[in-house]
């Protein structure tokens, strides 16, 4: 069990080098097959086919349709879609070379996820996403100065991802409360607050935004 308490709805798969995965050209779209080979760095071409293995063997799952069949898109946005069902989709990559990994999750609801490799940063890099009202919680979450960091930027990363905005929207709009026990939640003025989980998994957090 990766997360405490998420609804029914919610699955989700990681996928790292150990894992026993497919060939990527027996389980990826053609069109997925040329964006991978147009990568030029090796850790993005496996992310990449990491990312869409865990959600297409989710999506077929689901759907009971071999991997290769799943209907899985790219959006205007650059976020997926599944085509004809209205199923959420989100992925996120981390690690390099044998330590890459990638995790897919789908949902009835809309939903985003991040993964984030707990390496050091930058002692500052809170106040790119941080409002300044919520630097208390790099003290009360009970973590090293970087590990705290590190989850907040994720855990506001898997938000902006739920919303289809990415980083077009800032992590400042997107306020952190109630973290503990590998719960929360995200306020905004503008919308709805988004339920949050994270885990740590080896050296890795994993957090989970998602809507009632
Ligand atoms: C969405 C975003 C936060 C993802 O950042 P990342 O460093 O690639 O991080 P992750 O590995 O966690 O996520 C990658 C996945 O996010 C998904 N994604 C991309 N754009 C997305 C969006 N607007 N909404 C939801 N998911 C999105 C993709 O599925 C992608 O995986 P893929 O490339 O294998 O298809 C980032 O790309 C972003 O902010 N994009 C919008 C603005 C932008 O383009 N900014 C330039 C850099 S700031």
């Known amino acids: 069990m990766l997360f405490l308490e998420v609804p029914q709805d919610i699955k989700w798969r990681v996928v790292s080098a150990d894992s026993a995965v497919d060939d990527p050209s ?12 147009s990568f030029g760095h090796a850790d993005r071409r496996r992310g990449f086919a990491f990312g869409r293995i865990a959600a297409r063997s989710l999506l077929a799952e689901r759907l009971d349709v071999a991997p290769v069949d799943v209907p899985l898109a790219v959006a205007s946005d650059d976020g997926l879609f599944v085509e004809g069902h209205p ?6 990559h981390a690690g390099h ?3 890459g990994q990638s995790i897919a999750v789908i949902a009835d609801r809309p939903i985003g996820v991040d993964l984030e ?8 890099l809170y106040r790119r996403i941080l409002h300044p009202d919520e630097y208390s919680l790099l003290e009360t979450l009970g973590l090293d100065h970087n590990e705290a960091q590190i989850l907040l930027w994720s855990l506001k990363e898997a938000v902006l991802k739920g919303l289809r905005t990415g980083f077009r929207r800032s992590a400042q709009t997107v306020r952190l409360d109630d973290l503990s026990d590998g719960k929360g939640h995200a306020h905004m003025d503008d919308g709805p607050s988004w339920n949050l989980r994270y885990t740590r998994r080896e050296d890795f957090w994993i957090t989970l935004a998602f809507l009632d």
């Open 26 to 37: 027996a389980v990826l779209s053609p069109d997925e097959l040329a964006r991978m080979e």
């Open 87 to 92: 199923i959420h989709v989100s992925i996120s």
């Open 97 to 99: 070379a044998a330590h």
């Open 117 to 124: 490799e707990i390496v050091p940063r930058r002692d500052d």
